[in-house]
């Protein structure tokens, strides 16, 4: 899995890093915290509040949006978006 977190200011990608992370399916993660720290902590970004309408929208999207009123300290951008890109699996082509 690559966790793929984005800074945007009016549409705009401004900073982005991709993570790494050992997991094959969505529900095999445990920590989103810990991935999304890391990801916060590549970007020289303050960590947001992790709540459950971003927990569900992970799980159910693949996909969070945090807001400035997410972060504890200022920001000076209007999204962070984080998406959780997961590889398919190749399956071998029959010859006929």
């Known amino acids: 899995m690559r966790l ?5 200011d009016e549409q705009r990608i401004v900073r ?3 993570i790494e992370a ?3 399916k969505l529900d095999q993660v445990e ?3 810990a991935l ?10 303050a960590r947001p509040v992790l709540l459950k309408k971003h927990l569900k929208d992970l799980a159910a999207f693949s996909r969070a ?6 972060f504890m300290e200022p920001v000076d951008f209007q999204r ?4 959780a ?3 398919k699996k190749k399956t071998p082509q029959t010859q006929k």
Request: proline share 3%.
């Open 4 to 8: 793929w977190a984005t800074i945007r």
């Open 16 to 18: 982005q890093v991709t």
């Open 22 to 24: 050992d997991y094959t």
């Open 31 to 33: 920590d989103w915290a």
């Open 36 to 45: 999304l720290g890391e990801a916060c902590h590549t970007l020289d970004l």
């Open 65 to 70: 949006v945090f807001k400035p009123e997410d």
């Open 80 to 83: 962070f978006e984080v998406e």
């Open 85 to 87: 890109i997961f590889d």
